[in-house]
């Protein structure tokens, strides 16, 4: 289809290959012969917004804005063409923040001016408020904690954004960052401007009472807007109401109007977000982190955008001295450990002072990948540390860079949940096993599918791969693991479990495959007679997951029983039982070095366990479901774990 971009035309679309459109005449040739208008994305005031074609750029999808002033009379088209303009300059002057929208090109066709800039896929905070209701606590402080750098970005060139609300910041949905959207109204502001009285822009409601009454804006103004933003996603009571109603009064009395009860923390910061008087408002969005920085340990901030880790070090672990409370537990040690460390938070050099605590050494943000539309089962970590595999009820895999946290391909073929992902050692081929039955192989580089293999009559739930990349295990709810030749395309069927088959995997030098099973048993296989040479018994649950150390010595094991399990490879001799999960243990793998296990539980932690000690060393928390998959960095200073809750998440590792 084709869009006619006549303002005036009552039929707009028009059927590919047509020069000029069918009802009002207008030619239908690209912007610049370089811009196809497929549809229109909506718009209001004096512009409106349609999705793009770039064919300079094998027509990648972008937005293109075209100015069409609803008011008639010389000074109403004279503003909107101002801001058109300053919009234009603004995004320019941000240049390619990856939180704000990137301008491509500015220009002048057929008496309209135009606007080009780049498409965020994704929703605004007021669907997400109109979809999923009231925002919890710990939403609004991963809110805070992705916007604030956003805007001290503007503020430091000098851009106060002016209109900040729900239907202006959007969520990305590749990896869940906010986007600051429409600068239409954004204002420049200098030491001789501050002063000075403006045209009164912004949205009733959320703009401050002195930007309404004086036309003045400053970044205390857009804090301003930041709270009343969070205090809608909290209440879901609009601001635009109260404000009609009780001017600017009603943000005396904010916290009337909760629906439930929120720390004192968050009350403190909203409170001080939302006061009238500039003068008793934060006055930068430096003093807004200074409070975050001071907030008491026990506050649980959010991992996913907030630059700490959360982990909680086990007090009773001989690395409690690099620990720091984050989330419910306390780790204490002697006061004369006071620590301090030079942070980098949202941008702003910060200094951060933990006496009584301890301190957790700088690591880095805690990325959270979003994009499955379903429960994540399972995740593969490539051999050269570049890319993270996973799997979900959406029944794709995803393929995402795991230093630039994009997503490279999305994998389409099974028909059913995806249960399990590995991947060749040469980091070429991926290996997937679904509920529909088959085990699918890919082209990890370009995502094309190569090989689909059948024969098991129900669910593969586990698959693994040899060194050689030349054989591959599956375990199935068949009852049986299945062993796949792919030089030969031989297939062999190892018989002996009395349940379902939910684990499976190939030792390192490729001579052993172990399953695990809901009948709660463990054997081990020898790959060249496929024999069975150990049952283990002891779990007293469904074996979840299974895991061979690197050097070919050791076997983990996880269970419903909530206890991880040890054994000795080669004789099958339990050698300890690890305990501390609350819940059901999914997922588990040795570190690159052996002296560690990481596990993952329906408790929503990730635990990394001292295989030494047999203590669990560091807890990692933020997963707001269950824990289904977790995977070691190459250079083991990274876990990377996938859950219920449709997220992947990466940890780093403390030294």
């Given at each position: 289809?084709?869009?006619?971009?006549?303002?005036?035309?009552?039929?707009?679309?028009?059927?590919?290959?047509?020069?000029?459109?069918?009802?009002?005449?207008?030619?239908?040739?690209?912007?610049?012969?370089?811009?196809?208008?497929?549809?229109?994305?909506?718009?209001?005031?004096?512009?409106?917004?349609?999705?793009?074609?770039?064919?300079?750029?094998?027509?990648?999808?972008?937005?293109?804005?075209?100015?069409?002033?609803?008011?008639?009379?010389?000074?109403?088209?004279?503003?909107?063409?101002?801001?058109?303009?300053?919009?234009?300059?603004?995004?320019?002057?941000?240049?390619?923040?990856?939180?704000?929208?990137?301008?491509?090109?500015?220009?002048?066709?057929?008496?309209?001016?135009?606007?080009?800039?780049?498409?965020?896929?994704?929703?605004?905070?007021?669907?997400?408020?109109?979809?999923?209701?009231?925002?919890?606590?710990?939403?609004?402080?991963?809110?805070?904690?992705?916007?604030?750098?956003?805007?001290?970005?503007?503020?430091?060139?000098?851009?106060?954004?002016?209109?900040?609300?729900?239907?202006?910041?959007?969520?990305?949905?590749?990896?869940?960052?906010?986007?600051?959207?429409?600068?239409?109204?954004?204002?420049?502001?200098?030491?001789?401007?501050?002063?000075?009285?403006?045209?009164?822009?912004?949205?009733?409601?959320?703009?401050?009472?002195?930007?309404?009454?004086?036309?003045?804006?400053?970044?205390?103004?857009?804090?301003?807007?930041?709270?009343?933003?969070?205090?809608?996603?909290?209440?879901?009571?609009?601001?635009?109401?109260?404000?009609?109603?009780?001017?600017?009064?009603?943000?005396?009395?904010?916290?009337?109007?909760?629906?439930?009860?929120?720390?004192?923390?968050?009350?403190?910061?909203?409170?001080?977000?939302?006061?009238?008087?500039?003068?008793?408002?934060?006055?930068?969005?430096?003093?807004?982190?200074?409070?975050?920085?001071?907030?008491?340990?026990?506050?649980?901030?959010?991992?996913?955008?907030?630059?700490?880790?959360?982990?909680?070090?086990n007090p009773n672990s001989q690395k409690r001295d690099k620990s720091i409370q984050r989330g419910g537990s306390t780790?204490?040690?002697?006061?004369?450990?006071?620590?301090?460390?030079?942070?980098?938070?949202?941008?702003?050099?910060?200094?951060?002072?933990?006496?009584?605590?301890?301190?957790?050494?700088?690591?880095?943000?805690?990325?959270?990948?979003?994009?499955?539309?379903?429960?994540?089962?399972?995740?593969?970590?490539?051999?050269?540390?570049?890319?993270?595999?996973?799997?979900?009820?959406?029944?794709?895999?995803?393929?995402?860079?795991?230093?630039?946290?994009?997503?490279?391909?999305?994998?389409?073929?099974?028909?059913?949940?995806?249960?399990?992902?590995?991947?060749?050692?040469?980091?070429?081929?991926?290996?997937?096993?679904?509920?529909?039955?088959?085990?699918?192989?890919?082209?990890?580089?370009?995502?094309?599918?190569?090989?689909?293999?059948?024969?098991?009559?129900?669910?593969?739930?586990?698959?693994?791969?040899?060194?050689?990349?030349?054989?591959?295990?599956?375990?199935?709810?068949?009852?049986?693991?299945?062993?796949?030749?792919?030089?030969?395309?031989?297939?062999?069927?190892?018989?002996?479990?009395?349940?379902?088959?939910?684990?499976?995997?190939?030792?390192?030098?490729?001579?052993?495959?172990?399953?695990?099973?809901?009948?709660?048993?463990?054997?081990?296989?020898?790959?060249?007679?496929?024999?069975?040479?150990?049952?283990?018994?002891?779990?007293?649950?469904?074996?979840?997951?299974?895991?061979?150390?690197?050097?070919?010595?050791?076997?983990?094991?996880?269970?419903?029983?909530?206890?991880?399990?040890?054994?000795?490879?080669?004789?099958?001799?339990?050698?300890?039982?690890?305990?501390?999960?609350?819940?059901?243990?999914?997922?588990?793998?040795?570190?690159?070095?052996?002296?560690?296990?990481?596990?993952?539980?329906?408790?929503?932690?990730?635990?990394?366990?001292?295989?030494?000690?047999?203590?669990?060393?560091?807890?990692?928390?933020?997963?707001?479901?269950?824990?289904?998959?977790?995977?070691?960095?190459?250079?083991?200073?990274?876990?990377?774990?996938?859950?219920?809750?449709?997220?992947?998440?990466?940890?780093?590792?403390?030294?």
């Open positions: 289809m084709s869009y006619c971009l006549n303002p005036a035309c009552h039929n707009p679309h028009n059927l590919d290959g047509i020069d000029t459109c069918r009802s009002c005449g207008k030619k239908l040739s690209p912007l610049r012969n370089r811009y196809q208008i497929i549809r229109p994305l909506g718009g209001g005031g004096f512009g409106r917004t349609f999705l793009a074609e770039d064919r300079d750029k094998l027509n990648e999808l972008c937005v293109v804005k075209q100015l069409v002033p609803q008011l008639q009379g010389t000074n109403a088209q004279k503003k909107a063409h101002q801001l058109f303009q300053q919009e234009a300059r603004r995004l320019q002057q941000l240049g390619e923040h990856p939180q704000i929208p990137t301008l491509f090109a500015y220009f002048e066709e057929d008496d309209y001016l135009y606007l080009v800039q780049q498409l965020v896929v994704g929703r605004t905070l007021r669907e997400e408020l109109d979809l999923q209701g009231a925002f919890s606590e710990q939403k609004i402080w991963e809110i805070l904690t992705d916007i604030l750098p956003i805007l001290q970005f503007t503020h430091d060139r000098h851009v106060i954004h002016r209109d900040l609300k729900p239907d202006n910041i959007m969520r990305k949905g590749s990896d869940g960052r906010l986007v600051l959207i429409d600068f239409g109204v954004s204002k420049q502001f200098s030491e001789s401007a501050i002063a000075t009285s403006g045209t009164t822009i912004g949205s009733f409601g959320y703009a401050s009472s002195e930007q309404m009454n004086e036309g003045a804006a400053y970044p205390a103004s857009d804090l301003y807007s930041l709270g009343v933003t969070c205090f809608h996603l909290l209440t879901n009571n609009s601001p635009s109401h109260l404000w009609t109603e009780y001017g600017y009064s009603w943000v005396k009395q904010w916290q009337q109007h909760l629906n439930v009860q929120i720390s004192p923390e968050l009350t403190a910061i909203l409170d001080k977000l939302l006061q009238k008087d500039i003068g008793l408002r934060y006055q930068s969005v430096e003093q807004v982190w200074q409070d975050l920085r001071a907030l008491p340990v026990t506050v649980v901030l959010p991992t996913m955008q907030v630059p700490f880790n959360e982990f909680v070090a780790t204490i040690i002697p006061a004369n450990k006071w620590q301090r460390r030079s942070l980098l938070i949202g941008g702003c050099a910060a200094v951060l002072v933990l006496g009584f605590v301890g301190y957790q050494r700088w690591q880095g943000q805690a990325p959270t990948f979003m994009g499955h539309g379903g429960e994540v089962n399972t995740i593969a970590i490539t051999a050269d540390g570049k890319s993270i595999v996973s799997g979900s009820d959406d029944k794709t895999v995803k393929v995402w860079d795991l230093n630039s946290r994009t997503l490279q391909h999305t994998l389409k073929g099974h028909q059913d949940w995806v249960y399990s992902v590995a991947i060749s050692p040469d980091s070429q081929t991926i290996v997937s096993g679904s509920k529909d039955n088959t085990i699918r192989l890919w082209n990890l580089a370009t995502g094309k599918q190569l090989h689909t293999l059948t024969g098991h009559s129900s669910y593969v739930n586990s698959v693994a791969i040899s060194p050689d990349s030349t054989t591959i295990a599956s375990g199935s709810y068949d009852k049986t693991v299945k062993v796949w030749h792919l030089k030969t395309r031989q297939v062999d069927t190892l018989q002996g479990h009395s349940r379902e088959v939910l684990a499976v995997a190939i030792s390192p030098n490729g001579k052993k495959v172990v399953s695990g099973s809901v009948d709660r048993t463990i054997k081990i296989w020898d790959l060249a007679t496929l024999k069975v040479q150990h049952t283990l018994t002891g779990h007293t649950g469904d074996v979840n997951a299974i895991a061979i150390s690197g050097n070919n010595q050791e076997l983990a094991s996880v269970s419903d029983d909530k206890t991880i399990k040890l054994w000795n490879l080669n004789t099958g001799r339990e050698i300890r039982t690890l305990t501390g999960h609350m819940a059901d243990i999914n997922a588990i793998e040795f570190s690159p070095d052996n002296q560690h296990v990481v596990t993952g539980s329906d408790d929503r932690t990730v635990k990394i366990w001292d295989l030494s000690t047999g203590e669990d060393i560091y807890t990692f928390k933020g997963h707001l479901g269950a824990v289904f998959a977790v995977a070691y960095s190459p250079d083991g200073r990274t876990v990377v774990s996938a859950s219920a809750d449709k997220t992947i998440r990466t940890w780093q590792v403390p030294n």
